[in-house]
Each structure stands twice: as structure tokens, then as C-alpha cells.
């Protein structure tokens, strides 16, 4: 009898071994399919040149629900557009604006900025275009509601002097604490090497607040960021002590504090920072532990850069957009190269750890330089500016659920 417990006792543990080892072989299995799939991309619209080509800059909902964006090129003249997407999964392209460059209705060529609603509901849509207008040094211009369809051009650049000096914005404009628009111009002013302006809504004067000069920065290519202690903060992609370009602080007088990049930690930064948690994050194109770009913070109030990750290639490479802080309270980006095809990523950042969550292929879309959106289904959307089912290739409008 007591042969026989044993052997049911051996047993009993040889089925509890045996199982064991499954789970255990089942959960190396899972992982990497996990980690592989690690969310879902949905090719919303693939531009053809006629309803737009190469959108550089990413999607804005607006009050309305819909979303809008430009393109940098194509169109009726080739000069860009701006458009809408409407329906439940937006998938039907509106344009509403077909650019005209240096004259015409709808002054201005090539815009490369983000769109920016001033006030809700139903508010103007500001932007900016890097050449054209009667200079062809680049324009702001508003788009009135509710069609979206007629263009004011508010500001025409003038390069390093007359009325509007500055030229080729290249990042979005922002509300300022006083109630202004405020905004970078990537080229122009006193040395040509760049300006941060403030445009008033009622008069449309512009008032050049900074001139950069290469030791305080230069060439800025992102918007700036209106912080809670109440400065702006940014980047300049060139210029600064090492020439690989500047994080700065601006306060509302105009006192501008530049904190110069190495290389080590970060290079040509191209894009916008985010506050979270003190501190200010972006990416810089460059630099980092493998000269692929990196992820930097700066603490509010001002400071060097510091390091925080590095692109490695795999995982993407030479990131032109800013992060974004998820409702998960996770960081995603696009990294415009890199991934398993070298045509960019989509990517989420913790700690030291940057992980590509997903690499475009051609078809799906390749070079992302744009931001992120998060909206209230949770998706993220953006876009890329080639690519798509399109024989063309000229960009995409997609849709990344987590």
C-alpha cells in the first residue's frame, strides 16, 4: 500500500514538473511575441501630391472633433496645403487651403509648423509657412472659423531687416502669458542666424524679442514652451559654446540663458520640451552614446543638459520631434530614422530605456519627423513624410494604438 501512494505521490509531482515546465516554456514563447507586437499602426491617408505631399508637421484636433494639418508640398501649385480629416476614423481629406507662394490669396510656401487653435470652441488656426509670402522668407497666417477655408496673412518676413525681420519658421506658435502669439524664426534677424518674436492678435505687429548670434544659440527649429514658473524655454539646433546648439530659458522681459550641448549629452536639437515632474525633456537629432540622438532633461528655472538616453539605431535614430507624456503616464516619440528597415520608429522611453514599439516599412509610412497626439480613445496619431500605399510616396497621415 505504500508502494502504491508513492508512486501516485511521484506522479503527482511528475504532472506538477510537467506543467511547470510548460508555463515556463509557454512564458518564453509569449514575451517576445508580446514585445513584437507591440501595437497596431492604421494608414489613415497616403498623400499623392495632389491632395497634398510630405506633411513635416504633425496633427491637431480641434474643438470641432476633426483633425487638421498641412502638408509641406503638393497641392494645386505644389507649394503645400492645409487639410482636415473628418468621419469616426478619419480617413476623409478636406483640403482647405491650397498655397499660393509669394502672391496670390494664400500667400506663403512649404509649411513646416504644426497647426495651433488659439482659443476654444471654434477658435482661429495659426500657422506659419518657411518661405513664400512677399519676401519668400516665410509668413503667419490665420485660418478663420467654421470652414477653415479663408487665409489672413498676418505676418510677411522681411530676412535681416525691415518690418518683420526674421524668416523660415519652422516651429509652431504658442500663446503667450500675454496674450500673444510667440514663435521662433529659424533664419533672419540682426545675424541671420535666427529670432523669437511675439505677434499681437489685434494689430498683427510683430516685435522681435530675441536675435540669436551663435554664442546664444542659433538656427532655433522648434516651438517654444511656456513653463509653470512662468519663463519660456527652447532649443536652438546650432550655435552655443561647442556649436551643437542650445536649450535656453527665456524670461518674459527677454533675458535669454542659453545652456550649450557637447555632444555627449545631445547634439542639434530640433525639436520642443515637455515639463514633467521639475524638469524639461526633448531629443536632439544627434549626439548621445552612439551619435544617433539622444533623450536630455534640463530642471525648470534653467541648467546644462543632462543626458538621460540614447538612440542606439535599433530602436530609432535621429529624432526631429518632441515627446509626449501619455495618459499612461508613459513618453512616446518617432524617431525619423532607424528601426528594422531604417525608416523610423515609434518609441516609448522609461528611465535609460528607449524601446521601439513599432518600425515603418515604406508602405505603412518612413521618416516621421513630426509630434505625437494622444486623443480621448487613447491612439496616438501622427505622421510621416514618405511613404504609403501611394506609387508616389509622398507621406502619411497614421493612426498607433498601444
Do not use: H
Not at 470652414?147 to 535681416?160: I, R
Not at 515604406?362 to 510621416?384: H, M, R, V
Request: zero cysteines.
Amino acid at each position: 500500500m505504500n508502494k502504491i501512494n508513492l508512486s501516485k505521490q511521484r506522479q503527482s509531482k511528475n504532472r506538477v514538473l510537467t506543467v511547470t515546465s510548460l508555463t515556463i516554456l509557454a512564458s518564453s514563447l509569449i514575451l517576445p511575441f508580446q514585445q513584437a507586437f507591440a501595437g497596431t499602426l492604421t494608414t489613415l491617408v497616403t498623400f499623392n501630391g495632389t491632395n497634398g505631399a510630405t506633411p513635416r508637421a504633425g496633427v491637431l484636433q480641434g474643438s470641432d472633433k476633426n483633425l487638421y494639418g498641412t502638408t509641406s508640398a503638393g497641392g494645386s501649385l505644389n507649394n503645400g496645403t492645409a487639410f482636415k480629416l473628418t468621419g469616426s476614423t478619419f480617413t476623409t481629406l478636406t483640403t482647405l487651403i491650397n498655397f499660393t507662394g509669394t502672391g496670390g490669396i494664400n500667400k506663403g510656401t512649404n509649411p513646416v509648423a504644426r497647426l495651433f487653435e488659439f482659443s476654444t470652441p471654434n477658435g482661429d488656426l495659426y500657422g506659419a509657412t518657411f518661405t513664400g509670402g512677399t519676401s519668400n522668407f516665410g509668413t503667419i497666417f490665420k485660418l478663420k472659423p467654421t470652414a477653415y477655408t479663408t487665409l489672413t496673412t498676418l505676418v510677411n518676413f522681411t530676412g535681416t531687416g525691415g518690418i518683420n525681420p526674421g524668416a523660415n519658421p519652422a516651429g509652431r506658435l504658442i500663446k503667450g502669458s500675454d496674450g500673444n502669439l510667440w514663435g521662433t524664426a529659424s533664419t533672419g534677424g540682426t545675424s541671420n542666424k535666427g529670432t523669437i518674436f511675439k505677434v499681437s492678435r489685434t494689430t498683427n505687429a510683430l516685435n522681435t524679442v530675441v536675435n540669436f548670434n551663435g554664442t546664444n544659440g542659433a538656427n532655433p527649429l522648434a516651438r517654444l514652451q511656456l513653463g509653470s514658473d512662468g519663463n519660456y524655454y527652447g532649443t536652438a539646433s546650432a550655435g552655443g559654446a561647442n556649436n551643437k546648439g542650445v536649450a535656453f530659458k527665456l524670461t518674459p522681459a527677454g533675458i535669454l540663458t542659453p545652456y550649450s550641448f557637447n555632444g555627449t549629452n545631445g547634439q542639434r536639437p530640433r525639436s520642443g520640451l515637455i515639463e514633467s515632474s521639475g524638469f524639461l525633456y526633448g531629443t536632439t537629432y544627434l549626439g548621445g552614446a552612439n551619435s544617433k540622438g539622444a533623450i536630455f532633461k534640463v530642471p525648470l528655472g534653467g541648467g546644462t543638459p543632462v543626458l538621460v538616453a540614447s538612440f542606439n539605431g535599433t530602436n530609432g535614430a535621429n529624432p526631429t520631434a518632441a515627446l509626449i507624456k501619455a495618459s499612461n503616464g508613459n513618453f512616446y516619440g518617432t524617431a525619423s530614422t532607424g528601426g528594422a528597415n531604417n525608416k523610423g520608429t515609434i518609441y516609448q522611453w522609461s528611465g535609460a530605456t528607449i524601446t521601439s514599439l513599432f518600425s515603418f516599412n515604406g508602405t505603412n509610412g518612413s521618416t516621421p519627423e513630426s509630434t505625437l497626439i494622444q486623443l480621448s480613445n487613447g491612439a496616438l496619431y501622427g505622421t510621416t513624410s514618405a511613404g504609403g500605399t501611394s506609387t508616389t510616396s509622398k507621406g502619411t497621415v497614421f493612426k498607433f494604438v498601444i
